[in-house]
Structure formats: C-alpha cells, structure tokens
C-alpha cells in the first residue's frame, strides 16, 4: 500500500467522526433548548448554544485522530515502511484538519450571521486585520487551519507515544496525568506558587513574547507571527511523532 492509498484509508475511516461531532453538537442544543424555561429567551439560548458546536466537532475528531495503533497494525501487516507510514498518517492528518476546518468555518460564519461576529474568536483578535472581506475570511480560514492542524498531529503524537505502552502502562501513565494535573491546580491556588510564577514570567518578558506572537500591542493586529509559531510547533510535534513511529511495535 502506497503513501497516498494508506492515507486516503485513513481519511475514510475518519471522517464517520466528523458526523460523531456533528451529532453531539445537535445533541448539546437540543439539550440546552429544552432546559430554558423562558429566561433567557429561546433565540438567545439557541445562538449561545451553536457557538460552541465548532468547538465540540474539534473535540470529537481530536479523539478520532489520536487513535493511532490500528492505523499502524494495519501498516506494518501490509508490508508498508514506518516511515512510509509516518508521512501517511502526516498527509492524512492534512486532508482531515482541512474538512474539519472546511465545517467548523462554515458553522462559524453561520454563526456570525445569527450574532455579532465578535462572539467567534479569530474576530476578537483580528477583527480589523483586514479592510477587504474576502482577504479576511481567507485570513481566518488560514489561521484556523494552521492552528487546528497543530492541534491535530500533537493529539496524533500523543495517541502514537501511548500506543508505546501496554495497559498497565497507559494506567500508571493516566493516572500519573491526573495527579499531576490536581497538583498544578491545587498549586495555582496558592498565593506564594501566583507570586512566583508572576516572577518568572515577568522575568521571561512574558508580555513581550505574547504581543510578538498574537501581535496584542500592535496597532492593526495581523496574524502571521501566531502562523509562524504554530508552523515551527507543528513541525517539532512532527518530528516527535516520526520519533514514536519508529519506536512503535505490534503488539502481539
């Protein structure tokens, strides 16, 4: 099996989550429509409630694309090289973040008809980074991409360096993740812990790193910096992900 033929196989088998998401997000209105009880009003619950559907059909294909070890058992039962498959899963990764984004922006431009164009982010950020509509929607679709497609080779990444471990494995691992996550949370709460982290990030000059990269100060924010960096970040999450790959084994 070819480069192109593994991938094409794993955009098919893909996009079943992208109705997943879809359905969820239906599923998640209809739920908020009918816990109204006339405050506030019906209309208002209805647009506050597709806003979000973007960002559930994100959720759901995120978890699509981080399952990874069939997509490798199939590979390596197939004859294919691991690098073979690695550029595979990169090439598939690229066509499912681009009908992932194609849905998520049509919703979000349905979205800015029902309301304020404010409410969708890459508007509260770069609402005026471009006078001319269409260079604007070209803008946000390109932005939106780039940083979808980071977010979806990282989860990948992820899936592929779990795959590493046998179950008592990933359950040492998870739960490794959740005491972790109580303690920078609990950590966060605490007033000394504030102080210090306030420290280094004035240290680092954490307002001049964001401003570069999200061009806040700027006096027409654009944002080919926020491009840039998701570009380096998805190429590095790349190259860990080749790293996993090669690592990889099928279980017997």
């Known amino acids: 099996m070819k480069t192109k033929a593994l991938a094409k196989q794993y955009c098919h088998d893909f996009i079943?989550?992208?109705w997943y998401g879809i359905i969820v997000s239906v599923v998640y209105i209809l739920f908020g429509l009918l816990s109204v009880d006339g405050q506030p009003p019906i209309e208002y619950q209805?647009?506050?409630?597709?806003?979000?559907?973007?960002y559930i059909i994100t959720i759901v294909?995120?978890?699509?694309?981080?399952?990874?070890?069939?997509?490798?058992?199939l590979a390596m039962q197939?004859?294919?090289?691991?690098?073979?498959?690695?550029?595979?899963?990169?090439?598939?990764i690229v066509k499912a973040t681009l009908i992932v984004n194609v849905v998520n922006v049509i919703i979000s431009f349905i979205n800015m008809k029902l309301g304020p164009s404010e409410t969708y982010?890459?508007?509260?950020?770069y609402g005026k980074a471009f006078s001319n509509v269409f260079v604007q929607s070209i803008s946000m679709f390109i932005t939106d991409y780039v940083v979808l497609l980071f977010i979806f080779v990282a989860m990948n990444t992820f899936g592929t360096m779990t795959s590493l471990m046998n179950k008592i494995g990933?359950?040492?691992?998870?739960?490794?993740?959740?005491?972790?996550?109580?303690?920078?949370?609990?950590?966060l709460t605490q007033y000394s812990s504030q102080r210090l982290i306030s420290r280094f990030?004035?240290?680092?000059?954490?307002?001049?790193?964001?401003?570069?990269?999200?061009?806040?100060?700027?006096?027409?924010?654009?944002?080919?910096?926020?491009?840039?960096f998701m570009i380096i970040l998805t190429i590095i999450a790349a190259l860990f992900n080749l790293l996993f790959t090669k690592l990889e084994q099928v279980k017997r």
């Open 201 to 228: 990030y004035a240290h680092i000059n954490g307002d001049a790193i964001f401003n570069f990269i999200f061009s806040i100060d700027a006096k027409v924010p654009r944002p080919y910096a926020l491009i840039g």
């Open 170 to 187: 990933k359950s040492i691992f998870y739960s490794i993740g959740v005491v972790c996550y109580m303690f920078v949370t609990n950590l």
């Open 46 to 54: 209805f647009k506050e409630n597709f806003f979000v559907s973007p």
């Open 78 to 92: 197939s004859g294919v090289s691991r690098k073979t498959f690695w550029k595979a899963k990169m090439f598939f």
């Open 121 to 125: 982010l890459y508007y509260q950020a």
């Open 61 to 73: 294909t995120m978890i699509g694309i981080s399952f990874n070890y069939r997509r490798f058992k």
């Open 16 to 18: 079943p989550y992208i």
